[in-house]
């Protein structure tokens, strides 16, 4: 079976679940890039050399073979390609195709009433509604921006972002965060206002004022970095922030392994969210904002991590001096953090699923997919309409530890 991925660009983010695709018995898998990277992400570590890598095709060495290996597969995957040459000839073709999207509404879910916005979602999405024309959601709120629109019905599957899933000995990589006396609570990404790292400083500046003992590391560059040091110096904490600069993905994912604490604060802008992944992969116990793309599917809150009101400083404050005060309460989070992730959300689960699922969907015969039936929200579930409003609620539905609340 022919299986094509096409988007914008390769990166590490992409490779581990393109790696157990291609490595899947009986699917020939293509990932075809369609340009080239931007200098931002370059500059971040993002840029992989992907000249022996076999899979990884470029459109633009042979755009008209591009053309046809598009539509003369069984199967597309389309993620993060805007420009409808692409698109468009295989699905009014009515060949089996899967949208790979974030939200469509970040700035706010009242926009779908826009007419011209509507006129452009209908020749996008709506009008294949009733053609093989499927889902991908990547993030929690997805499902429910596309139901506005009456878009992909009763097609739309639980999906993300699959970076690379380390197997760790737990109680080792537990052990390795308590080498230092200090809690270390850790913030990474780019320096931007959506992504709120203010709200990290402020939250652990409450720490100081009681007296608790922390380190917090704060990786990543951008317009507000300046502000932010300047902020903790305001705070009387620059001695307990370090601020580290951009650093490679694989010195992220080791500053991880050293962490007790991973803070993670954008608001809804934050349409998926891979270092939720990566941090709950490194046993991290996670406090993130419920806005997050990727916590309504991946998190629930004080089960494998904890979360908090998008924008709601005080109570991110109360979480975190909670995870501060009691090595007991992180680390139980942390493990099931990690489990949550070499369990469910992992490459070659999510690649396992998408088979099976692509399987039903051509043969027609029902997949038998007990294997993948664990405990949470699993790839390729059908996935609930979750709306931005609820999903605070929603990642506490089976709140245990009642606690917990600020």
Same mark, same amino acid.
């Given at each position: 079976?022919?299986?094509?991925?096409? /988007? @914008?660009?390769?990166?590490?983010?992409? $490779?581990?679940?393109?790696?157990?695709?291609?490595?899947?018995?009986?699917?020939?898998?293509?990932? +075809?890039?369609?340009?080239?990277?931007?200098?931002?992400?370059?500059?971040?570590?993002?840029? !992989?050399?992907? /000249?022996?890598?076999?899979?990884?095709?470029?459109?633009?060495?042979?755009?008209?073979? #591009?053309?046809?290996?598009?539509?003369?597969?069984?199967?597309?995957?389309?993620?993060?390609?805007?420009?409808?040459?692409?698109? %468009?000839?295989?699905?009014?073709?009515?060949?089996?195709?899967?949208?790979?999207?974030?939200?469509?509404?970040?700035?706010?879910?009242?926009?779908? !009433?826009?007419?011209?916005?509507? $006129?452009?979602?209908?020749?996008?999405?709506?009008?294949?509604?009733?053609?093989?024309?499927? +889902? =991908?959601?990547?993030?929690?709120?997805?499902?429910?921006?596309?139901?506005?629109?009456?878009?992909?019905?009763?097609?739309?599957?639980?999906?993300?972002?699959?970076?690379?899933?380390?197997?760790?000995?737990?109680?080792?990589? %537990?052990?390795?965060?308590?080498?230092?006396?200090?809690?270390?609570? +850790?913030?990474?990404?780019?320096? !931007?206002?959506?992504?709120?790292?203010?709200?990290?400083?402020?939250?652990?500046?409450?720490?100081?004022?009681?007296?608790?003992?922390?380190?917090?590391? %704060? !990786?990543?560059?951008?317009?507000?970095?300046?502000?932010?040091?300047?902020?903790?110096?305001? &705070?009387?904490?620059?001695?307990?922030?370090?601020?580290?600069?951009? =650093?490679?993905?694989?010195?992220?994912? *080791?500053?991880?392994?050293?962490?007790?604490?991973?803070?993670?604060?954008?608001?809804?802008?934050?349409?998926?969210? *891979?270092?939720?992944?990566?941090?709950?992969?490194?046993?991290?116990?996670?406090?993130?904002?419920?806005?997050?793309?990727?916590?309504?599917?991946?998190?629930?809150?004080?089960?494998?991590? =904890?979360?908090?009101?998008?924008?709601?400083?005080?109570?991110?404050?109360?979480?975190?001096?909670?995870?501060?005060?009691?090595?007991?309460?992180?680390?139980?989070?942390?493990? @099931?953090?990690?489990?949550?992730?070499?369990?469910?959300? @992992? #490459?070659?689960?999510?690649?396992?699923?998408?088979? $099976?699922?692509?399987?039903?969907?051509?043969?027609?015969?029902?997949?038998?997919?007990?294997?993948?039936?664990?405990?949470?929200?699993?790839?390729?579930?059908? *996935?609930?309409?979750?709306?931005?409003?609820?999903?605070?609620?929603?990642?506490? &539905? @089976?709140?245990?530890?009642?606690?917990? $609340?600020?």
């Amino acid at each position: 079976m022919k299986l094509v991925f096409a /988007s @914008n660009y390769f990166n590490h983010h992409q $490779k581990p679940l393109s790696d157990a695709l291609a490595g899947t018995e009986g699917i020939d898998y293509t990932f +075809l890039e369609i340009e080239e990277m931007d200098p931002e992400r370059v500059s971040m570590g993002w840029g !992989i050399d992907t /000249s022996d890598i076999p899979y990884v095709k470029k459109y633009s060495d042979d755009a008209e073979k #591009a053309k046809a290996m598009i539509m003369d597969a069984d199967a597309v995957i389309f993620g993060g390609v805007d420009d409808e040459n692409y698109i %468009m000839p295989r699905l009014e073709a009515g060949r089996l195709t899967f949208r790979y999207h974030e939200r469509i509404y970040k700035e706010g879910q009242w926009k779908f !009433i826009s007419p011209a916005g509507l $006129k452009k979602k209908y020749h996008d999405h709506i009008r294949f509604k009733n053609d093989p024309d499927y +889902l =991908l959601c990547a993030g929690g709120y997805v499902a429910s921006d596309f139901s506005l629109i009456g878009a992909y019905p009763d097609k739309k599957y639980v999906w993300g972002y699959f970076p690379e899933c380390i197997e760790y000995d737990i109680d080792e990589l %537990m052990e390795k965060k308590r080498m230092s006396d200090r809690t270390e609570i +850790l913030w990474s990404g780019r320096m !931007i206002d959506w992504k709120h790292p203010e709200d990290a400083i402020e939250a652990v500046a409450c720490l100081k004022n009681e007296g608790v003992d922390f380190h917090l590391t %704060m !990786i990543g560059g951008g317009e507000m970095e300046s502000r932010l040091k300047q902020m903790a110096e305001d &705070r009387g904490i620059s001695d307990d922030v370090t601020f580290t600069g951009f =650093l490679k993905p694989d010195e992220v994912r *080791a500053r991880m392994e050293l962490a007790d604490i991973y803070l993670f604060t954008s608001d809804q802008k934050e349409g998926w969210g *891979a270092v939720l992944n990566e941090s709950m992969n490194s046993g991290c116990c996670v406090i993130a904002s419920s806005a997050i793309g990727a916590v309504p599917f991946m998190l629930e809150h004080c089960v494998n991590g =904890l979360v908090y009101k998008s924008r709601r400083v005080k109570e991110l404050s109360f979480f975190v001096k909670k995870a501060v005060e009691s090595r007991k309460l992180r680390e139980k989070l942390g493990r @099931n953090a990690y489990a949550s992730m070499h369990d469910i959300w @992992n #490459a070659d689960n999510a690649a396992a699923c998408f088979v $099976k699922e692509l399987k039903r969907l051509t043969t027609g015969i029902p997949a038998d997919r007990t294997a993948e039936e664990k405990e949470g929200i699993c790839p390729m579930d059908k *996935a609930p309409v979750i709306s931005p409003l609820s999903g605070y609620g929603f990642v506490r &539905r @089976n709140m245990k530890d009642k606690g917990l $609340k600020a």
